[in-house]
């Protein structure tokens, strides 16, 4: 959807008053557009219907505004639709930033661990690289909350789920690097 690459890259460039009132407009052509479709099609459009709500969600957070945390919500609930783990990742993501300015970084911490644990599963490289980015963010919210032994352990779980994909991608190199560590 060529409006929510192009509302995206505003947003990059810290263009937000460029944004103006792209989210009533963005989102309501991307759920009319969902609605329409059938089958794969449709998981696309749950996705492009995600990431609307996920730019939806940071720009509220931007704001400071309340609205960030149903945004985040509607976010997840259509990622999860969507079956993409890209798109998964950054609504969970969201939602767990949304959670920990809220005050509640131990519900954004377990969040993002279950996320990443559910996209483990799928096994395969772009799950496990999700999976990666998500412990690795949980970590960091875990130490910000003074929860070190937590923030160790995702952080290892975030080198295992690296060396996973390494492993998958390459997997001469992977076994040199355990042979040298070991």
Known sequence: MASLTSARAQFTAARYRQLGDF????????????????????????????????????????AHSDVAWPAADRALAAAQASGDPVVHG???????????????????VDLLRRTADSLSQDRNDVSWAVAATLLMTSACTAACGQRRSDALDLMSGAADAVGRVISAEHPAVYRRRHQHAG
């Open 23 to 62: 989210p009533p407009g963005l989102l309501g052509s991307a759920q009319a557009t969902r609605e329409a479709l059938s089958g794969r099609s449709r998981e696309e459009a749950h996705g492009c219907v995600a990431r609307a709500w996920v730019l939806a969600t940071e720009l509220a957070l931007k």
């Open 90 to 108: 950054e609504a969970a993501r969201v939602l767990a930033i949304t959670m920990r300015r809220s005050g509640r970084p131990a519900a954004a």
